[in-house]
């Protein structure tokens, strides 16, 4: 019996900085390697966060995930 709440769909999201290489490395590691992360129970997807940052070795651009987050937040909720 398959429960509800069930994960079909899992994704590794790397590269969200563009200066930080360990998500990245794993990307491209798991793109050549799918057998590693390869799972019966739920299909997995490899996505870049953030390309352009990692072409330009930089952090971020314009605003950060964690300032994007906040204002987002902030909008929802009405907190600061």
Known sequence: MKSRNEIKNV???G???GNEVTGTYLL???AANPQEIK???FDTKLLWANP???RENRGH???TISK???LILTKETGQK
Do not use: D, E
């Open 11 to 13: 994704a590794i999201v």
């Open 15 to 17: 590269g969200t900085h």
């Open 28 to 30: 491209r590691r798991w």
């Open 39 to 41: 799972r019966h129970s």
């Open 52 to 54: 352009k940052a990692f």
């Open 61 to 63: 651009f314009r605003a």
């Open 68 to 70: 994007t987050r906040r």
